[in-house]
């Protein structure tokens, strides 16, 4: 009797230990999800590939065919939804120059970003999401012009989840500031997003999330023939491309170097869009991009701001750049009929879910630290309310043992302190400002405080 009462009560403390917080799915975030239309996306899809092409150097006046009729159907498209945003979204072109002599683009070229900025609910929160997905395409060859460049997926695909976000998104109200943006440039050197993140860094935006969409709509691989419309990668990098030397000491000081905030946006991407999107795992990939690439992301890291970038677990590379035609019985070219828009459609969840509850949650605690000057096996965290923005009811503890990838525990308290019977030297710790209906900032990893 005593050995059952004894094992019961270790199953009982275990359970405990291992408890999670149960966090409530916002309905209204959940709702918007399901209003993504698989529909929508395969028509913006094929819209943008009757363009026959999107090449940077193609042309830009004819009404029907090259990047000029691409840039000014997605304009048209996303001020389709200024009336219901009763005038929060504004819809325009940048313009920028790019090429010259000895470039990849030899000869100087105006090209056009378009960029759909929803304004906060609250004037006084200057917090800024940027998604984006470029606009161009591209065949074969670097200057190839003319030759049909479909970019169904590449990156038809981005373009199309933010065109469906941007129209149900407009409906509704968020604290914090969503600008949606089409990108060109993207396939002859990033010249859009490079052109994009520093004008955000001269202008002082207070991005405090940046996503990238670059093909998220091939679920099938070449040669390896794997096939996994479940499964969705963000790249993240881990020592940050910018990073000043203060930066750096805390770094070293704190082994943080498996908890850059692009790391920790990473994370909450996974698990907010897990908690509303079914059927759809993230893969986690600790590197910037893949092996030696880069993507719309890299200026923004580059610049300092804290950017991922999403993107299919299995490419085809029978499709990727690729002109058109039936070789050795293989259709190659980026078509639209090999787009899993079913794949799209969770993938915009993704995206739909990550920037809702980021974009309702409170701003993130500050002077977050752990509490060092005695020796102690306990952990105690310190940090003050955020000043600005929805008052937090409290905050999460995240924690995982150093050498876990994913947080493990998930502890609301409230109040601006916490002492956990777990060791510091042991375990990695965030911190999450969550308002009453649970939408959670992104983690702050602790740095240190003085005992007082
Ligand atoms: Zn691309």
């Given at each position: 009797m005593?050995k059952?009462?004894?094992?019961?009560?270790?199953v009982?403390?275990?359970?405990?230990?291992?408890?999670?917080?149960?966090?409530?799915?916002d309905p209204?975030?959940?709702?918007?999800v399901?209003?993504?239309?698989?529909?929508?996306?395969?028509?913006?899809?094929?819209e943008?590939?009757?363009?026959?092409?999107?090449?940077?150097?193609?042309d830009?006046?004819?009404?029907?065919?090259?990047?000029g009729?691409?840039w000014?159907?997605?304009?048209?498209?996303?001020?389709?939804?200024?009336?219901?945003?009763?005038?929060r979204?504004?819809?325009?072109?940048?313009d920028?120059?790019?090429?010259?002599?000895?470039?990849?683009?030899?000869h100087?070229?105006?090209?056009k970003?378009?960029?759909?900025?929803?304004?906060?609910?609250?004037?006084?929160?200057?917090?800024?999401?940027?998604?984006?997905a470029?606009?161009?395409?591209?065949?074969?060859?670097d200057?190839?012009?003319?030759?049909?460049?479909p970019?169904?997926?590449?990156?038809?695909?981005?373009?199309?989840?933010?065109l469906?976000?941007?129209?149900i998104?407009?409906?509704?109200k968020?604290?914090?500031?969503?600008?949606?943006?089409?990108?060109s440039?993207?396939?002859?050197?990033?010249?859009?997003?490079?052109?994009?993140?520093?004008?955000?860094k001269?202008?002082?935006?207070?991005?405090i999330?940046?996503?990238?969409?670059d093909?998220?709509?091939?679920?099938?691989?070449s040669?390896t023939l794997?096939?996994?419309?479940?499964?969705?990668r963000?790249?993240?990098?881990?020592?940050?491309a910018?990073?000043?030397?203060?930066?750096?000491?805390?770094r070293?000081?704190?082994s943080g170097?498996?908890?850059s905030?692009?790391?920790?946006?990473?994370?909450?991407?996974?698990?907010?869009?897990?908690?509303?999107?079914?059927?759809?795992?993230?893969?986690?990939?600790?590197?910037?991009?893949?092996?030696g690439?880069?993507?719309?992301?890299?200026?923004?890291?580059?610049?300092?701001?804290?950017?991922?970038?999403?993107c299919?677990?299995?490419?085809n590379?029978d499709?990727?750049?690729?002109?058109?035609?039936l070789?050795?019985?293989?259709?190659?070219?980026?078509?639209?009929e090999?787009v899993d828009?079913e794949?799209?459609?969770k993938?915009?969840?993704?995206?739909?879910?990550?920037?809702?509850n980021?974009?309702?949650?409170p701003y993130?605690p500050?002077n977050?630290?752990?509490?060092t000057?005695?020796?102690?096996?306990?952990?105690?965290?310190?940090w003050e309310?955020?000043?600005?923005?929805?008052?937090p009811?409290?905050?999460?503890?995240?924690?995982?043992?150093t050498y876990?990838?994913?947080?493990?525990k998930?502890i609301f308290?409230?109040g601006?302190?916490?002492?956990?019977?777990?060791?510091?030297?042991?375990?990695?710790f965030?911190?999450q400002?969550?308002?009453?209906?649970?939408?959670?900032?992104?983690a702050?990893?602790?740095?240190?405080?003085?005992r007082?």
């Open positions: 005593r059952i009462f004894l094992s019961l009560l270790l009982l403390s275990s359970f405990l230990i291992n408890a999670q917080t149960i966090i409530n799915r209204e975030i959940k709702k918007m399901d209003e993504i239309s698989r529909d929508n996306i395969e028509k913006s899809v094929r943008l590939v009757s363009f026959h092409t999107r090449h940077n150097m193609s830009q006046d004819n009404p029907t065919e090259g990047i009729a691409a000014s159907w997605i304009k048209n498209e996303m001020s389709k939804n200024i009336p219901a945003s009763e005038g979204l504004d819809v325009k072109f940048e920028y120059t790019v090429g010259g002599k000895g470039q990849r683009i030899p100087p070229l105006h090209l970003n378009v960029v759909a900025t929803l304004k906060g609910s609250d004037t006084t929160d200057g917090r800024i999401i940027v998604i984006s470029h606009l161009d395409s591209r065949a074969a060859l200057n190839d012009s003319t030759g049909y460049a970019g169904a997926n590449d990156d038809g695909s981005g373009v199309a989840a933010i469906e976000l941007v129209r998104m407009s409906a509704r968020f604290s914090a500031t969503i600008v949606f943006i089409a990108v440039g993207e396939e002859h050197g990033l010249y859009g997003a490079k052109f994009m993140a520093s004008k955000a001269r202008e002082n935006w207070n991005i999330a940046m996503l990238n969409n093909m998220i709509g091939n679920s099938g691989s040669e794997l096939n996994d419309n479940m499964r969705i963000v790249f993240s990098e881990g020592v940050p910018f990073e000043t030397e203060q930066m750096a000491a805390l070293k000081y704190t170097e498996n908890d905030r692009a790391r920790q946006l990473a994370r909450y991407i996974k698990e907010t869009g897990e908690r509303y999107v079914e059927q759809l795992n993230v893969s986690l990939v600790f590197r910037n991009d893949r092996f690439r880069g993507g719309d992301h890299t200026p923004f890291c580059q610049e300092g701001f804290t950017a991922v970038r999403i299919e677990y299995n490419e590379y499709r990727t750049h690729k002109i058109p035609a070789v050795n019985g293989i259709q190659e070219g980026d078509l639209p090999y828009y794949y799209v459609r993938n915009t969840g993704l995206n739909l879910a990550t920037i809702a980021l974009a309702l949650a993130e500050v977050c630290g752990i509490v000057g005695g020796l102690t096996n306990k952990t105690t965290l310190r309310s955020p000043s600005k923005g929805v008052k009811a409290g905050y999460y503890i995240l924690m995982r043992e876990q990838p994913l947080w493990e998930k308290v409230t601006n302190e916490a002492t956990l019977p777990y060791s510091k030297d042991n375990y990695f965030g911190i400002a969550a308002d009453n209906q649970g939408h959670e900032s992104m702050v990893f602790p740095g240190q405080v003085k007082q």
